[in-house]
């Protein structure tokens, strides 16, 4: 697999994860971050909702996006390989390293 779509691959299940959770337990930490916070963590409370609303939102569609572009470049990595001519040592000089024949 080529390392670039691995990364996105990795990426996009750990987003899955991140986002799922957020869907799932998200509305009960917010429920005992208001009751911990009080009525003295309004802001705290509205940021912390802010930032768990944006995970739910755009979690699971980033990686969705981050599937796709792994899908596109595992498919395009050997049709580019293939057009790309690669040169070839010659056979008949010295290796590396090897002194040249008298």
Known sequence: MHPTAKRCAQWA???????????VFGTE?????????GQNGALA???????IGGIRLFAVPIAA?????AVIIQALTPARAAARPTAE????????????AP
């Open 13 to 23: 299940a750990g987003l899955v994860l991140v986002g799922t959770a957020a869907i």
């Open 29 to 37: 930490l917010l429920i005992r971050a208001s009751e911990h916070l």
């Open 45 to 51: 409370f509205w940021l912390l909702d802010y930032v």
């Open 65 to 69: 996006a981050l599937v796709a572009a």
């Open 89 to 100: 040592p010659e056979t008949g000089g010295p290796e590396a390293g090897e002194p040249p």
